[in-house]
């Protein structure tokens, strides 16, 4: 069974930055892909950042230039930088791990507000 564990999220200001970390049970590269997805209140979840094992990157449009998403092999752990935050990115952020089937972690919070 593989469990990712987030955290990172909180409270932060417009124009504010915060970091996610994932963390996998097991090594990153058994899974063709991972990455971050969010889903805000009445809203269906959607994908914010990924990468697949040979390292090619996918960002939604609204957070280029202002997400990097990366990655410790070592680790096995996958980062989200925010940076230039909107009220806009508030909602629960999620990691997931892709092979022939999805794996979850348990969400983690992230409001911007003033």
């Known amino acids: 069974q593989v469990q990712l564990v987030e955290s990172g999220g909180g409270l932060v200001q417009p124009g504010g930055s915060l970091r996610l970390s994932c963390a996998a049970s097991?090594?990153?590269?058994?899974?063709?892909?991972m990455g971050w997805y969010r889903q805000a209140p009445g809203k269906q979840r959607e994908l914010v950042a990924t990468?697949?094992?040979?390292?090619?990157?996918n960002y939604r449009d609204s957070v280029k230039g202002r997400f990097t998403i990366s990655r410790d092999n070592a680790e096995n752990t996958v980062y989200l930088q925010m940076n230039m935050l909107k009220p806009e990115d508030t909602a629960v952020y999620y990691c997931?791990?892709?092979?022939?089937?999805?794996?979850w972690g348990q969400g983690t919070q992230v409001t911007v507000s003033s």
């Open positions: 990468f697949t094992s040979g390292g090619t990157t």
């Open positions: 997931n791990a892709h092979t022939y089937i999805n794996y």
């Open positions: 097991r090594s990153i590269f058994s899974f063709d892909a």
